[in-house]
C-alpha cells in the first residue's frame, strides 16, 4: 500500500488533466489510509518510497518540490483521516493499547530530545542493538556530507534537496512522534532505519563522485560489493541477534521451569503458583525494550500455557492444573506450603 500509494503521488505530478490527477491522488491517499488503519509503523515505507523515487533521481529543483509537495498533502490528509478514525475507536472500544498511544503530545521540544536520544540514536547504528552516540554521529555525518556530494549542482539546490531529505526522517517515524506514548523499540524503527540506509547508501554514491579516479564501471561494481557484503552482514548479525536473544536464552529458561516440574508431584498438584521474573533477570545482561534478552515468562500472559505445555512435556495431566502467578514484589501473597515455580533464579545462568 505504501509503495504503490507513492507512485501514485508522483505519477500525478505530471498528469494535465485535473480528474486524472485527483484521482490518483485519491487512489493514493485511500491506500495510505487502509495501511494506517493496519499498522502504522509499516506504512511509514510510504517517505521511504519517496526519498527513492524523489530523491535519487537527478531532476530540477522544481519537480523534486513539488512531488514532495504532494506527498506531503497526501500523508497530511490520510493522518487527519486516521486520527479521527482512531478517536471513533476508542470512543466504542476504549484505549485497549494504553492512552499513551491513543493521546496526542503536547510535549514538542521533549518529543524531539527523545526522537534524537533514542530512535534517532538507535537507527543510526544499523544493525547494532548496543547502540553508542559516537557511532551514531559517525554515520549522521558520513551521511549528510556525502548526501551533499551526491546531489550535486548548485550550492542553493544541494542545500534544497538536502532540507527535503532530512525532513523525511522524522516523517518515517511521524506515529511515534504525535502520540504521548514514548517507546522507542524496534519494531517501530523499520522505516526510520530502511530510509537511513538508503541515505547511506546514497552518500556512498556521493563520495565515490568525488573520486574521480575510479572510472564509472569501477564505481558501479564497488556499489554493488558494498550492498551485497552489507546484506550478508546484516544477516549474520540478525542470525546473532536470533540466537543469542532468542532461542538460547529461552530455551535456558525453558529447561529451568521443565527442572523445577520434575521435583513435584504432578499427580497431586491441582494449584501451582508462578513467581515471574523481573525485566532484567535473563540470561543476557543486555535487554532491549521488550524485545531483545527479555525473560518471556516475565510478561503476564506467558506463565499458564508455559507451564500446562511443559507439563504435558513431562508427561502430567495439565488440563487439570490451575497456574496462579505473581510478580517478585507480590510473592509474599502466596499461601503457606503452596507449590511454587520461582524464576528469580533465572539470571545465575549468565
Given at each position: 500500500a505504501a509503495g504503490i500509494s507513492s507512485f501514485l503521488v508522483m505519477q500525478s505530478t505530471g498528469d494535465a488533466k485535473v480528474f486524472v490527477k485527483l484521482g490518483r491522488l485519491a487512489l493514493a491517499c485511500s491506500l495510505l489510509l487502509v495501511g494506517m488503519m493496519v499498522h502504522q509503523n509499516e506504512v511509514m515505507f510510504f517517505w521511504v518510497f519517496v526519498a527513492i523515487l524523489a530523491l535519487s533521481p537527478r531532476e530540477r529543483e522544481s519537480v523534486v518540490v513539488r512531488k514532495v509537495s504532494y506527498c506531503l498533502l497526501v500523508g497530511a490528509v490520510a493522518c487527519i483521516v486516521e486520527f479521527f478514525i482512531m478517536k471513533l475507536g476508542v470512543a466504542v472500544y476504549g484505549a485497549v493499547a494504553g492512552s499513551g498511544r491513543a493521546g496526542v503530545t503536547h510535549d514538542v521540544f521533549g518529543k524531539i530530545s527523545w526522537f534524537v536520544k533514542e530512535p534517532l540514536l538507535n537507527a543510526l547504528n544499523m544493525n547494532s542493538i548496543e547502540p553508542t552516540g559516537w557511532f551514531a554521529v559517525a554515520t549522521g555525518i558520513f551521511i549528510v556530507v556525502g548526501l551533499f556530494f551526491y546531489f550535486g549542482g548548485s550550492l542553493r539546490y544541494r542545500l534544497t534537496m538536502l532540507g527535503m531529505a532530512l525532513m523525511l526522517v522524522p516523517l518515517s517515524y511521524l506515529p511515534n512522534l504525535v502520540v504521548v506514548e514514548s517507546w522507542a523499540s524496534y519494531r517501530t524503527l523499520v522505516a526510520l532505519s530502511a530510509l537511513l540506509a538508503f541515505y547511506a547508501f546514497l552518500a556512498l554514491q556521493g563520495y565515490l563522485q568525488v573520486l574521480r579516479t575510479f572510472s564509472p564501471q569501477f564505481r558501479q561494481r564497488m556499489l554493488l560489493g558494498v550492498v551485497v557484503c552489507w546484506a550478508i552482514f546484516s544477516g549474520f548479525i540478525a542470525t546473532r541477534n536470533l540466537v543469542r536473544y532468542?532461542?538460547?536464552?529461552?530455551?535456558?529458561?525453558?529447561?529451568?521451569?521443565?527442572?523445577?516440574?520434575?521435583?513435584?508431584?504432578?499427580?497431586?498438584?491441582?494449584?501451582?503458583?508462578?513467581?515471574?521474573?523481573?525485566?532484567?533477570?535473563?540470561?543476557?545482561?543486555?535487554?532491549?525494550?521488550?524485545?531483545?534478552?527479555?525473560?518471556?515468562?516475565?510478561?503476564?500472559?506467558?506463565?499458564?500455557?508455559?507451564?500446562?505445555c511443559a507439563v504435558r512435556e513431562i508427561g502430567g495431566d495439565a488440563n487439570r492444573i490451575t497456574v496462579v502467578h505473581f510478580s517478585q514484589d507480590e510473592a509474599g501473597k502466596i499461601p503457606p506450603g503452596a507449590v511454587v515455580i520461582d524464576m528469580k533464579s533465572l539470571k545465575q545462568f549468565r
Open positions: 532468542f532461542v538460547e536464552p529461552q530455551a535456558i529458561e525453558y529447561h529451568l521451569l521443565k527442572g523445577q516440574l520434575r521435583k513435584i508431584d504432578l499427580a497431586t498438584v491441582q494449584t501451582i503458583y508462578f513467581i515471574r521474573p523481573n525485566w532484567y533477570d535473563g540470561v543476557t545482561s543486555v535487554v532491549r525494550y521488550d524485545e531483545f534478552g527479555l525473560p518471556s515468562s516475565c510478561q503476564p500472559w506467558v506463565p499458564e500455557p508455559m507451564v500446562k
